[in-house]
């Protein structure tokens, strides 16, 4: 059996799943002094090629990207269809959804890790690049999120 790890990946953001993407940001604003940037929305599915195990989903989220050092935070407020991020909000409320790493070939990666026993819940494109969810949870408590820019 494949012994797969992250461990050569720097994580690159943290995400987290909130209900109310407008309250969070300000707050976060507010209690870390910080500028927050502006909210965008993902792609819809004709551009995105979104799939949600396996099957493919209509399924968007609004996002905001706040940086904090090295790293970011990201706050992602689900719309519509089933995905990786509803799930996440409608069995936990608000809270830690994902760590994202870096990595040249998501689908050299996302097979490596099935092979391990860790499968593909959500994936697709964002314009300049891919994103995969890896079902991480039992082994880290979270997912990991795979980025690969083109």
């Known amino acids: 059996m494949p012994d797969f790890n992250f461990g050569s990946h720097e994580i690159t953001h943290i995400g987290l799943i909130v209900r109310d993407i407008e309250k969070s940001a300000a707050e976060y604003g507010k209690r870390f002094g ?3 940037p502006g909210i965008g929305e993902t792609d819809p599915r004709e551009k995105t090629g979104a ?3 396996g099957q493919p989903t209509e399924a968007r ?3 905001c990207h706040i940086p904090m050092g ?3 935070t990201e706050l992602i407020q689900p719309l519509g269809g089933p ?3 509803k799930d996440f909000l409608d069995r936990h409320g608000d809270g830690i959804h994902h760590v994202a790493i870096v990595v ?3 689908r050299a990666e ?3 890790a099935e092979a391990d026993g860790f499968p593909v819940i959500q994936e697709g494109d964002f314009g300049t690049g891919r994103y995969v969810y890896i079902d991480t ?3 880290l408590g979270l997912c990991v999120e795979l980025i690969e820019v083109y």
């Open 104 to 106: 040249k070939d998501s």
């Open 61 to 63: 989220a609004r996002l």
């Open 51 to 53: 799939l949600y195990r």
């Open 110 to 112: 996302s097979a490596r």
């Open 83 to 85: 995905s990786v991020w």
């Open 137 to 139: 949870c039992k082994a």
């Open 70 to 72: 090295h790293i970011q």
């Open 34 to 36: 910080i500028r927050v």
